[in-house]
């Protein structure tokens, strides 16, 4: 991402495996990458780190990707958050677009569905 | 309107979501693991204990015969042949190339082995095998400006180096777990496939495993393979274990994961078999 400045990005999964695949995968654009492993966390992240996007599983321990979404948007109304779940429904969708989330990406994703994202979200900023 | 989370057996949660989403989610076979039910996140009850919620997990029930559901997925694979590609994936003429890509991803996911449901009929999964191909053929072909229809519109800059235009099964990633918090992993062996069975020096055919380049999976990570052999019909079901994770830090060790696949004596010998009419002369795998 040579022609962008650099940009943090918070990766939110309870799986480490789909941690480490978004890790590889988003490595080579530069992006300074942060992760968490549940809703709790990711929150407590943003609230120190500020990352200019957050990729957000739905599924997860204790806090539910929903729960973590809403709580980010809370603390920052104008934060940029893509789902990227297993679970995929219309219904759902709506629920998370509603709960302020730029987009969904259903698993398993191709690497370059979640680059594409990614660029198009980082590519609004400022 | 009340809000449910729902828990599964592996205390993932979902919540807070209307009755809708748990309605479409069951209908679609993605909530067969629920465990409890809460209305307010906190307290948790069992999922009998909401008979709104008990009736529909789980709830598809597979309507129709698999037969006649293949046969329909082939009459549509035909009547899309007569279509653009614009036509196919649902774009205006004169859409860009990211716009088209996005538009295959979200059409061609129903299709993907790891979103059929689990024991889906053969036929059925055959069906979805090839709708499947033919979109990924297709999206190849618009991506590589093979259509005679290429896109138009300005495509973004690449946001780093722009992986190869693979868009088979195997080029999607983040496998689904299965319930029992396993990875479900389906691997054809073929010539462009053997050597991940024979270039790695310690996870190899002679040991009993393979070893996925470039990708750290860690360490301990269970699977459950089925390893498919091209030209044989035979179909190898088994587990595997992550035993080698490499992160590529250490220039003696090629970056990528180990897996040791639980074989029987008589499985081993002929994946080995199998393995070494597939090697070419004078490649020798690394025992």
């Known amino acids: 991402m040579a022609n962008m400045p650099a940009r943090r990005l918070l990766i939110v999964d309870d799986d480490a495996l789909v941690r480490s695949l978004l890790r590889d995968l988003l490595s080579p654009t530069g992006c300074e990458l942060l992760e968490a492993a549940n809703g709790a966390d990711a929150l407590e992240r943003y609230r120190l780190h500020r990352p200019h996007m957050v990729l957000l599983d739905l599924m997860m321990p204790q806090q539910s990707g929903l729960e973590a979404l809403e709580a980010i948007r809370a603390l920052d109304a104008n934060a940029r958050v893509l789902v990227i779940s297993s679970l995929d429904a219309e219904s759902l969708r709506k629920s998370a677009a509603a709960a302020g989330a730029i987009g969904y990406v259903v698993k398993p994703f191709h690497p370059m569905e979640v680059l594409d994202a990614v660029q198009r979200a980082l590519a609004a900023l400022p | 309107m009340t809000r449910y989370w729902v828990r599964n057996e592996d205390g993932t ?107 889906a009929p053969r036929e059925i999964q055959e069906a979805c095998g090839e709708m499947f191909k033919f979109l990924s053929d297709l999206m190849l ?126 499985e081993r010998t002929f994946l080995q078999t199998f393995v070494s009419a597939l090697t070419p002369k004078g490649e020798k795998s690394q025992g």
């Open chain 2, 141 to 266: 072909a618009v991506q590589t400006g093979r259509t005679g229809s290429a896109p138009g519109g300005r495509t973004p800059a690449p946001l780093a180096h722009t992986p190869p235009p693979m868009f088979g099964a195997e080029a999607f990633v983040g496998l689904l777990r299965g319930a029992n918090g396993t990875y479900q992993v389906n691997l054809a062996l073929g010539p462009k496939t053997v050597e991940l069975f024979t270039r790695h020096k310690l996870v190899n055919v002679q040991t009993g495993g393979f070893f996925i380049p470039d990708r750290v999976i860690p360490l301990g990570t269970a699977m459950d393979i089925t390893l498919t052999f091209q030209g044989d019909p035979r179909v190898l079901s088994t587990r595997g274990k992550v035993v080698v994770e490499s992160a590529g830090q250490d220039p003696r060790q090629p970056k990528g994961s180990g897996v040791q696949l639980n074989l029987s004596p008589a």
């Open chain 2, 13 to 119: 949660v979902l919540g807070p979501v209307g009755l809708m989403v748990i309605k479409d989610l069951a209908a679609a076979g993605q909530l067969s693991s629920i465990k409890e039910v809460s209305v307010d996140g906190q307290k948790w009850k069992p999922l009998g204990a909401f008979p709104e919620l008990n009736a529909l997990v789980p709830a598809a029930s597979g309507a129709g015969t698999a037969a006649g559901e293949a046969e329909q997925i082939r009459a549509e694979i035909k009547a899309l042949r007569l279509k653009s590609p614009h036509e196919i994936f649902g774009v205006p003429r004169g859409a860009g190339l990211n716009e088209v890509r996005a538009a295959f991803f979200e059409k061609v996911k129903r299709y993907h082995p790891q979103r059929l449901p689990r024991g």
